[in-house]
């Protein structure tokens, strides 16, 4: 649900970083992948001839109709996303549970980010931010995972504890769409469409000392 701590991304391999960084800093290489991030968001072909800034405006605007259109499905009373982290109790319950679903979203994507060795910092949309990229990816599956699940929490507000109800959906509709396990094989592809080789992995040795094969699955310690 939260991403607390990381070690070092990727098994401390820098050649995805790298690649992504080359991809980010080649202006028609990073058009490319914003196009293929638009069209996967939203299942069509982006306008021709469209700087990253154009499409990132277009992107604005069918995000603000796509809020409208879920507050009228759902019967929430909707003012656009807006909250105060300041005064967080006097925020309508919708932005706040939409504020929750996506803390869960974004802890996962990061997670991922962070396992496949890239860099979180390194947008393509985004900018700027600590977690620029993580916001890119994100976007790519928030509208049809955790901002239905945000409203649907919404629209049954009874004044209770909306956040923890969000995050239970959130965590079970994560493990019924097997989102982990697709978001690093999406990834791979959408900066393939950048249109760069990707690096070969060089000067990757053993361990010194290899560790003995655990008892348990991939992933846990001995």
Same mark, same amino acid.
């Given at each position: 649900?939260?991403?607390?701590?990381?070690?070092?991304?990727?098994?401390?391999?820098?050649? &995805?970083?790298?690649?992504?960084?080359?991809?980010?800093?080649?202006?028609?290489? @990073?058009?490319?992948?914003?196009?293929?991030?638009?069209?996967? &968001? +939203?299942?069509?072909?982006?306008?021709?001839?469209?700087?990253?800034?154009?499409?990132?405006?277009?992107?604005?605007?069918?995000? &603000?109709?796509?809020?409208?259109?879920?507050?009228?499905?759902?019967? /929430?009373?909707?003012?656009?996303? =807006?909250?105060?982290?300041?005064?967080?109790?006097?925020?309508?319950?919708? =932005?706040?549970?939409?504020?929750?679903? =996506?803390?869960?979203?974004?802890?996962?994507?990061?997670?991922?980010?962070?396992?496949?060795?890239?860099?979180?910092?390194?947008?393509?949309?985004?900018?700027?931010?600590?977690?620029? +990229? /993580?916001?890119?990816?994100?976007?790519?599956?928030?509208?049809?995972? /955790?901002?239905?699940?945000? +409203?649907?929490?919404?629209?049954?507000?009874?004044?209770? =504890?909306?956040?923890?109800?969000?995050? *239970?959906?959130?965590?079970?509709? +994560?493990?019924?769409?097997?989102? *982990?396990? @697709?978001i690093i094989p999406d990834i791979e592809d959408i900066l393939a469409a950048g249109g760069l080789a990707v690096p070969t992995v060089e000067g990757v040795v053993d361990a010194a000392i290899p560790e003995?094969?655990? *008892?348990?699955?991939?992933?846990h310690r001995a």
């Amino acid at each position: 649900m939260r991403l607390y701590s990381a070690g070092q991304p990727g098994g401390a391999r820098a050649d &995805r970083l790298l690649y992504q960084a080359r991809l980010a800093l080649d202006d028609d290489a @990073r058009l490319k992948v914003v196009r293929d991030m638009y069209r996967r &968001r +939203f299942g069509e072909e982006p306008p021709q001839r469209r700087s990253v800034d154009q499409l990132r405006g277009i992107e604005g605007a069918r995000v &603000r109709a796509l809020y409208k259109h879920l507050a009228e499905q759902y019967g /929430v009373k909707w003012q656009g996303r =807006n909250y105060d982290r300041n005064d967080w109790d006097s925020t309508d319950a919708v =932005n706040r549970c939409l504020s929750a679903a =996506n803390h869960c979203l974004y802890g996962v994507v990061e997670a991922a980010v962070l396992a496949a060795g890239y860099a979180p910092a390194i947008g393509f949309i985004h900018s700027g931010k600590p977690l620029s +990229f /993580v916001y890119d990816i994100a976007d790519l599956y928030k509208f049809d995972t /955790v901002v239905p699940a945000a +409203f649907a929490v919404a629209a049954k507000s009874s004044g209770g =504890n909306d956040e923890r109800t969000v995050r *239970l959906n959130c965590r079970d509709m +994560f493990r019924k769409t097997r989102l *982990l396990e @697709r978001i690093i094989p999406d990834i791979e592809d959408i900066l393939a469409a950048g249109g760069l080789a990707v690096p070969t992995v060089e000067g990757v040795v053993d361990a010194a000392i290899p560790e003995e094969k655990g *008892l348990g699955d991939a992933g846990h310690r001995a």
